[in-house]
């Protein structure tokens, strides 16, 4: 399932293993009985599709920001989870990579595994960023102060350290979270929901985490799993 040198990376027996060859949704072991997708051989492992999406990839014109959206998908029999992603200011310019991390962190963020019995968390994502990012450079960087081999500040600094953040507290509560890079066919669920939730101006109102300085829409998530969101601090 991992590999010594990379404990963070999810290997499948082959490579040509699909999700769904390994994966199937069934009830959790919460009171509730949530549905989500658990590894067939193994009742503590669950995945996770992920995705991100930004419309306006160009320069933005004038007064415009760029429209970006996450995704994520615990269930084939449930709504994806979407945040239409803010617009900065003074900041980064939202892209596809940006919204891509964001996905996993709205769904680390969310726990929605509490209770559940999953104690290893599989994330499906067709982002080659994401995945050897995580699983290979991020230890470079972070030995280097956040620098590349050429001397220059590692793009998407502050989700990237948001993302290892939220991984090694994981880590510290005895979870485990791998990334799983997979064919971008096997992730169209998540990917046309990022991409709607990208389009969504509507709610694209949001609320300021400050400990990890990652944006999130309180109210969207409240509106997607009841009233109650419990987010890691």
């Known amino acids: 399932m991992t590999r010594p040198d990379c404990p963070r990376r999810f290997v499948p027996p082959t490579p040509t293993t699909q999700p769904q060859d390994l994966f199937k949704e069934r009830e959790d072991f919460s009171a509730n009985a949530f549905k989500r997708l658990f590894h067939k051989q193994d009742d503590a492992t669950m995945l996770v599709y992920t995705d991100g999406a930004c419309l306006d990839q160009g320069p933005p014109r004038q007064g415009q920001r760029r429209r970006a ?15 239409p992603l803010e617009g900065t200011v003074n900041g980064p310019e939202q892209t596809s990579n940006r919204a891509e991390l964001r996905a996993i962190l709205l769904f680390l ?11 290893r968390f599989v994330v499906a994502t067709d982002s080659e960023y994401v995945v050897e990012g995580i699983c290979s450079r991020v230890k470079a960087w972070t030995a280097r102060g956040w620098k590349t081999v050429n001397g220059n500040t590692v793009a998407n600094r502050d989700l990237w350290e948001a993302l290892l953040n939220e991984v090694e507290c994981r880590e510290a509560l005895g979870y485990r979270v791998l990334f799983w890079r997979i064919d971008r066919n096997h992730n169209r669920c998540a990917d046309e929901a990022a991409k709607r939730a990208a389009a969504d101006d509507e709610h694209r109102d949001v609320k300021l985490n400050v400990t990890l300085g990652v944006m999130i829409s309180l109210r969207l998530l409240r509106e997607s799993v009841g009233s109650s969101v419990s987010l890691c601090n």
Do not use: T
């Open 109 to 119: 963020q969310m726990r929605v595994w509490e209770a559940g019995g999953a104690d």
């Open 69 to 83: 959206g996450c995704a994520f998908v615990y269930a084939n029999s449930k709504e994806p989870i979407m945040q």
